[in-house]
T-cell receptor, first 109, second 114 residues
Framework: DAKTTQPTSMDCAEGRAANLPCNHSTISGNEYVYWYRQIHSQGPQYIIHGLKNNETNEMASLIITEDRKSSTLILPHATLRDTAVYYCTPNFGNEKLTFGTGTRLTIIP | GAGVSQSPSNKVTEKGKDVELRCDPISGHTALYWYRQSLGQGLEFLIYFQGNSAPDKSGLPSDRFSAERTGGSVSTLTIQRTQQEDSAVYLC????????????FGEGSWLTVV
């Protein structure tokens, strides 16, 4: 069984908010939701993570549903440099990460 | 250093040769991970070091692959008798130990076996 389900691909206009959904219905109570992105084949870049509450940092916002079975990553003002593959993954925070196939986000000029 | 440092960034080697890839984790991070990613493929876990505990080697694809972590800091991934299917980017990551910590990745070592 896949741990997460994400759309295969999404487009977003430059300057608009990009909203990337993720379903993680089998997440356990102590697992955090982590988001990473990967541009071409560079090393995955950490974006944000959360447990129950919504989180915001300089890169993005993370909205987690009350039942914790899904979350949405929000890039508030997408730029061309945000074009990448985005991965969500449940993790306790200090164990090996497992990435699914992710969402290929393309920012359209 | 500020981030996870890997060397070499690129390596081309002949089939059958041994290669060593180095990882310098973020200072103070006791957990260190190795992954690899073949072109167009997903992330594949190889090995995990955590403090003085025995490493989790469950992802190593064959006995040609081995890794060491000396002094709890720098790690070396060794691939013996390289094969063409070993061509991939090898990614190192590190983290603190404990719930909610973040795993940070290096930029990877691109290995091409010709």
């Amino acid at each position: 069984d896949a741990k997460t389900t994400q759309p295969t691909s999404m487009d977003c206009a430059e300057g608009r908010a990009a909203n990337l959904p993720c379903n993680h219905s089998t997440i356990s109570g102590n697992e955090y939701v982590y988001w990473y992105r990967q541009i071409h084949s560079q090393g995955p870049q950490y974006i944000i993570h959360g447990l129950k509450n919504n989180e915001t940092n300089e890169m993005a916002s993370l909205i987690i549903t009350e039942d914790r079975k899904s979350s949405t990553l929000i890039l508030p003002h997408a730029t061309l440099r945000d074009t990448a593959v985005y991965y969500c993954t449940p993790n306790f925070g200090n164990e090996k990460l497992t990435f699914g196939t992710g969402t290929r986000l393309t920012i359209i000029p | 250093g500020a981030g996870v440092s890997q060397s070499p960034s690129n390596k081309v080697t002949e089939k059958g040769k041994d290669v060593e890839l180095r990882c310098d984790p973020i200072s103070g991070h006791t957990a260190l991970y190795w992954y690899r990613q073949s072109l167009g493929q997903g992330l594949e876990f190889l090995i995990y070091f955590q403090g003085n505990s025995a490493p989790d080697k469950s992802g190593l694809p064959s006995d040609r692959f081995s890794a060491e972590r000396t002094g709890g800091s720098v790690s070396t991934l060794t691939i013996q008798r390289t094969q063409q299917e070993d061509s991939a980017v090898y990614l190192c990551a590190s983290s603190l130990v404990g719930p909610g910590n973040t795993i940070y990745f290096g930029e990877g070592s691109w290995l091409t076996v010709v």
